[in-house]
C-alpha cells in the first residue's frame, strides 16, 4: 500500500517558469512533511518541510501548499533554472516517535533553456 | 543539520561475498535508517537502527541477509551478504535529528 502518492513521474520545464509537484497522503497521523531534491550520484537533500498547522510555507523561490482536508500538499518551483534539474521526492511521517520517512515515487524534473 | 559520511562510494563485489557499507554521522543522532534505492526509483527501507537494540527490518528484508550495527549514537554499518546480482543497487544510510532527516551520499553496489 503506497502511503504517499505522487505526481507527476516527470515534468519539463521551460527556463524561469513554474514547477509544481503534487502529492497526496492517506495517513491522518502524518503531521511532518518534507521534500527532498536529489542530484544523480548524491543522496537526497532536505529542501524544504510543512507541518499541518500551516497551509504555507516559503523559502526562496520554493513554496510547499498544503491542504490538510485534502490530505494534499505540493511543492512550487518558482523562476525555475536548469540547475534545478533533479529528481524531487515528496515524503511524510509521524513527528513524534522517530519514524521514518515514507517516500513519494519521486518527480524527474527537466528545466530547459 | 547533520553530515553523515558513507563508505565506499561504490564498489563491484563478486556474487556470493559481503559488503559492509559504513555511515558516520558528525553529531548524535537517536535513529538510524538504511534505504536501498533502485537508479530512478524512489527509497525503499530496509531497517530502523536503534542504538543499543537490534535493527527493526521491512518486510522482505532478513537479519541473516542485512546484518545491522549501530554501536553509538554517530556510528552504523550495513552489511549485504552472500550476494546475488539482484543486490546490486544504491544502499543509503539516514539519520534523524529532531524532526530533519540527512542522508550520506549513497553507495552504488554491482554485483558481478
Known amino acids: 500500500q503506497q502511503q504517499v502518492k505522487q505526481s507527476p513521474q516527470s515534468l519539463i520545464v521551460q527556463k524561469g517558469g513554474i514547477s509544481i509537484i503534487n502529492c497526496a497522503y492517506e495517513?491522518?497521523?502524518?503531521?511532518?512533511f518534507p521534500w527532498y531534491q536529489q542530484f544523480p550520484g548524491k543522496g537526497p537533500a532536505l529542501l524544504i518541510a510543512?507541518?499541518?498547522?500551516?497551509s504555507e510555507k516559503k523559502e526562496g523561490r520554493f513554496t510547499i501548499s498544503f491542504n490538510k482536508s485534502a490530505k494534499q500538499f505540493s511543492l512550487h518551483i518558482m523562476d525555475s533554472q536548469p540547475g534545478d534539474s533533479a529528481t524531487y521526492f515528496c515524503?511524510?511521517?509521524?513527528?513524534?516517535?522517530?519514524?521514518?520517512?515514507?517516500f513519494g515515487k519521486g518527480t524527474r524534473l527537466s528545466v530547459i533553456a | 543539520s547533520a553530515v553523515i559520511s558513507q563508505k565506499p562510494s561504490r564498489d563491484i563485489c563478486q556474487r556470493g561475498t559481503s559488503l559492509t557499507i559504513q555511515c558516520q554521522v558528525d553529531?548524535?543522532?537517536?535513529?538510524m535508517f538504511w534505504y536501498r534505492q533502485q537508479p530512478g526509483q524512489s527509497l525503499t527501507l530496509i531497517a530502523t537502527?536503534?542504538?543499543?537494540?537490534?535493527?527493526?527490518?521491512e518486510s522482505g528484508f532478513v537479519i541473516d541477509k542485512f546484518p545491522i550495527s549501530r554501536p553509538n549514537l554517530t556510528f552504523s554499518t550495513l552489511t549485504v551478504s552472500n550476494m546475488s546480482p539482484e543486490d546490486s543497487s544504491i544502499y543509503l544510510c539516514?539519520?534523524?535529528?529532531?524532526?530533519?532527516?540527512?542522508f550520506g551520499q549513497g553507495t552504488r553496489l554491482t554485483v558481478v
Open positions: 515524503a511524510a511521517s509521524i513527528e513524534s516517535g522517530n519514524t521514518p520517512l515514507v
Open positions: 495517513n491522518t497521523a502524518f503531521d511532518y
Open positions: 510543512i507541518r499541518p498547522d500551516v
Open positions: 553529531s548524535q543522532v537517536t535513529m
Open positions: 537502527a536503534n542504538q543499543g537494540s537490534e535493527a527493526t527490518y
Open positions: 539516514s539519520g534523524h535529528m529532531y524532526t530533519e532527516a540527512f
